[in-house]
């Protein structure tokens, strides 16, 4: 077998072709699903799946189709332009100061900005810290390359908040990299600065390597400041952030994203680049500028994530069984449901009971056990996004019901 040839890694991946995917959210299984008429809650992707773009940003891309101009390669990789405009847009946005050609590397979507931003530092047993619950490719992406996954748990009772101490205590001679998805994805936390600060402080001092995954950087709700990982002192050296035009930008299909880094990494990822990832498209690239140039859209972009974010607070937290914080950035909520059972039985419940399909907290980790995630960005209208979060609601009462709890058997919990 062919298989057999495969580095152990590979060999134990299954991509549903062979046997039957139990996940709901991956591959065939949610496009049959899709296919029977379920609501899709579980693919990361703004106002999925009905078609939505700015019309400055559509009318960019298919000019440089129509005239021809984008069937070619962008010379060099990535468009010098696009990089010009980022490095204007984290000036105002992020405080950064960027050499557009220098400092930043475009590619194609952040996942694989994101593998690639790990893929020089990581060899055979180099530990990488993740925190546990994480954006689940960062614990695939350190088993392809040979890493050791050290996960470095979060908690719901510290509002998902980093604590140094257990970053600490699980410091081996062998750790090499912190992975940060910040804010994070399932949670949507965004890292206070005073923890964030003492994190650079636990990397500076045993000379770590930082990957920080940004994107869902926008929106961020309450004011709460989003703080910078390669801005605090002593970091930007030692820091690839990765970026995308998917989440904050709504631009997913586009697949753009890019890598900011000190030049001495970019020298390094820029010589690989045509052999590993190969070029962004070009179109997409084209689009990117135009929505970079006129933000205006994004104005009701994160009104209406704002809005929704707190419908699905008040309609979910205190079912009985169910307990939740409301979310601190982008689309997502993430939900207790273990007073129903466990997040795959959920799951199954949503998915036979509603028609709605969201993710299993079990895919984010081990601390993601007994949580859902669900989507709430999708949908682009209002009445369809509360018919499916009412769904939800009154599926879940159900089960609770089923389960023998009611309210006032429920010590309900203010978790926010
Ligand atoms: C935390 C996080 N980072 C990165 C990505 C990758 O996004 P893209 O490749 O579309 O830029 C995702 C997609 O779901 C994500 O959730």
């Given at each position: 077998m062919i298989t057999d040839l495969m580095t152990p890694v590979f060999r134990q991946f299954e991509g549903g072709l062979f046997a039957e995917i139990e996940k709901a959210d991956v591959g065939d299984g949610v496009v049959r699903l899709q296919e029977q008429g379920a609501t899709l809650m579980c693919w990361a992707d703004p106002f999925y799946p009905d078609p939505i773009i700015p019309p400055h940003v559509a009318k960019a891309a298919a000019e440089s189709i129509l005239d021809g101009s984008s069937v070619h390669y962008t010379m060099p990789i990535g468009n010098p332009e696009l990089k010009v405009e980022i490095a204007r847009h984290l000036k105002a946005t992020a405080g950064l100061n960027l050499e557009p050609q220098r400092n930043i590397l475009i590619t194609p979507g952040s996942d694989s900005g994101l593998f690639y931003a790990m893929l020089p530092f990581i060899e055979a047993g180099d530990e990488v810290m993740i925190v546990d619950p994480s954006y689940p490719n960062n614990f695939q992406n350190t088993l392809i390359m040979g890493g050791v996954i050290v996960r470095v748990p979060i908690y719901a009772e510290n509002h998902w908040q980093l604590d140094v101490k257990e970053f600490e205590k699980r410091l081996t001679p062998k750790t090499k990299m912190v992975v940060l998805t910040h804010p994070n994805n399932p949670t949507t936390t965004v890292f206070r600065e005073e923890s964030l600060r003492d994190l650079a402080d636990f990397i500076i001092k045993n000379d770590l390597v930082l990957v920080v995954d940004q994107a869902f950087e926008f929106p961020v709700f309450d004011g709460i400041p989003m703080t910078q990982m390669a801005a605090l002192e002593g970091m930007w050296e030692r820091t690839l952030t990765v970026r995308s035009f998917s989440k904050g930008m709504g631009?997913?299909?586009?697949r753009v994203g890019y890598i900011v880094a000190d030049d001495q990494v970019i020298d390094k990822l820029y010589a690989a680049m045509v052999t590993v990832l190969g070029a962004t498209n070009s179109a997409a690239q084209i689009g990117a500028i135009a929505a970079l140039r006129d933000q205006s859209f994004l104005e009701n972009y994160a009104r209406v994530h704002e809005s929704r974010r707190t419908y699905v607070y008040e309609q979910l937290?205190?079912?009985?069984?169910v307990r939740m914080q409301i979310s601190e950035s982008g689309f997502l909520s993430w939900v207790d449901v273990s007073g129903l059972g466990s997040s795959n039985e959920v799951v199954a419940h949503l998915i036979s009971d509603a028609g709605i399909v969201v993710n299993s907290g079990d895919n984010y980790g081990?601390?993601?056990?007994?949580y859902i995630r669900i989507?709430?960005?999708?949908?682009?209208s209002e009445m369809d996004f509360q018919a499916a979060i009412n769904a939800i609601s009154a599926s879940l009462r159900r089960l609770a019901e089923a389960r023998g709890l009611t309210a006032q058997t429920e010590n309900k919990v203010a978790a926010r």
């Open positions: 631009l997913s299909g586009f937290h205190g079912i009985p069984g081990e601390n993601g056990k007994g989507v709430h960005g999708v949908l682009s």
